[in-house]
């Protein structure tokens, strides 16, 4: 069975610092990992993914990830924050042979002060 | 591109009755679609996966009769919250994957279902 943590349901920090987003997954099989970000009342939107390949992501916005096996970790990060980064955002996993079934961690809140 | 429509984005409805949400890929077609239930400050739950012209496979826990998918065509999904009660409100949000399986899905902007 596969799962996701993400540490830390709340997340707040000024507008141009480091924007570091914890995630931990378990995986008895290769894991595809994703980020998602969720603005209010809207849907998900893909930030980055891992499938194989190169261990440090680069998505969208400015965001990325690095999958560290040993650490089973994809902690997402920017280096600097700006207001409109102020979301919900998901880590999600689903293994190499089913990808469809993804299994989402319960979501950190970032808030972004001026 | 990749665009996926959800419709209606919120609805309120009498204890009892039936709604229909209606998920739509708009610039590709989606030989799969999947639900998700959200529940207030929660992560999504997968409720069932529909692939075009076949039945939905529903995930444990799931009712079936009270939760009707149907993916008729390989750009609609809907989904049919029959016999509505206060405890079926949630955000209901559809996602679509592209081609093959390994394709990323694309999520929907979401239904918030209120039932009085």
């Known amino acids: 069975a596969q799962s996701v943590t993400q540490l830390g349901s709340h997340v707040s920090v000024s507008e141009g610092a480091l924007v570091l987003l914890r995630c931990n997954y378990s995986?008895?099989?290769?894991?595809?990992l994703f980020w998602y970000v969720q603005y209010p009342n809207q849907g998900l939107q893909l930030l980055l993914k891992?499938?194989?390949?190169?261990?440090l992501v680069k998505g969208i916005n400015g965001f990325e990830a690095e999958f560290k096996k040993s650490e089973t970790s994809f902690h997402l990060t920017k280096p600097s924050a700006h207001m409109s980064d102020a979301a919900e955002y998901f880590c999600?996993?689903?293994?190499?042979?089913?990808?469809?079934?993804?299994?989402f961690g319960t979501g950190t809140r970032l808030q972004v002060f001026p | 591109g990749a665009v996926v429509s959800q419709h209606p984005s919120w609805v309120i409805c009498k204890s009892g009755t039936s709604v229909k949400i209606e998920c739509r890929s708009l610039?590709?077609?989606?030989?799969?679609m999947f639900w998700y239930r959200q529940f207030p400050k929660q992560s999504l739950m997968l409720m069932a996966t529909?692939?075009?012209?076949?039945?939905?496979?529903?995930e444990q826990g799931v009712e079936k009769d009270k939760f009707l998918i149907n993916h008729a065509s390989l750009t609609l999904s809907t989904l049919t919250v029959t016999s509505a009660h206060p405890e079926d409100s949630s955000f209901y949000i559809c996602?679509?994957?592209?081609?093959?399986?390994?394709?990323?899905?694309?999520f929907g902007d979401g239904t918030r279902l209120s039932i009085l």
């Open positions: 996602s679509a994957r592209p081609g093959r399986s390994g394709q990323p899905q694309h």
């Open positions: 995986s008895s099989v290769p894991p595809y």
């Open positions: 891992y499938t194989t390949g190169a261990t």
């Open positions: 999600a996993v689903s293994d190499s042979y089913n990808t469809d079934k993804l299994i």
């Open positions: 610039d590709f077609q989606a030989t799969t």
């Open positions: 529909s692939n075009e012209g076949s039945k939905a496979t529903y």
